[in-house]
């Protein structure tokens, strides 16, 4: 089992940042691509960014290419995303994903283990 647990969500205005983070604990010696999906009021979760277990391969959704950052510390045991130029659309539950392989995928149904999310608010 993999426990996730992100932070740095909040509010902030149009054009501002933030950087999220994830900490996993459990099982982590095992090689997991990592990614970040958020869900806004009633609309279905969507993909954001994706790194894989080495940190040298990254795929991010359009809408957030070249504003959003992922990385990973393995040491750490900890992912980031850094978040810029945010717009009132960004805002959203931000929830960081454990997949059960070292390769990189933008379905949630590649991910196995999941946190319980972080709201993010981009104020207009």
């Known amino acids: 089992q993999v426990q996730l647990v992100e932070s740095g969500g909040g509010l902030v205005q149009t054009g501002g940042s933030l950087r999220l983070s994830c900490v996993a604990s459990?099982?982590?010696?095992?090689?997991?691509?990592m990614g970040w999906f958020r869900q806004a009021p009633g609309r279905e979760r969507e993909f954001v960014a994706t790194?894989?277990?080495?940190?040298?391969?990254?795929d991010y959704a359009q809408s957030v290419q070249g504003r959003f950052t992922i990385s990973r510390d393995n040491a750490k045991g900890t992912v980031n995303l850094e978040m810029n130029n945010l717009k009132p659309e960004d805002t959203a539950v931000y929830s960081c994903?454990?997949?059960?392989?070292?390769?990189?995928?933008?379905?949630?149904?590649?991910?196995?283990?999941w946190g319980q999310g972080t709201q993010v608010t981009v104020s207009s």
């Open positions: 994903a454990a997949a059960g392989r070292p390769v990189i995928g933008r379905s949630p149904g590649d991910y196995r283990y």
């Open positions: 459990g099982r982590t010696s095992r090689t997991y691509a």
């Open positions: 790194i894989s277990w080495t940190g040298d391969i990254t």
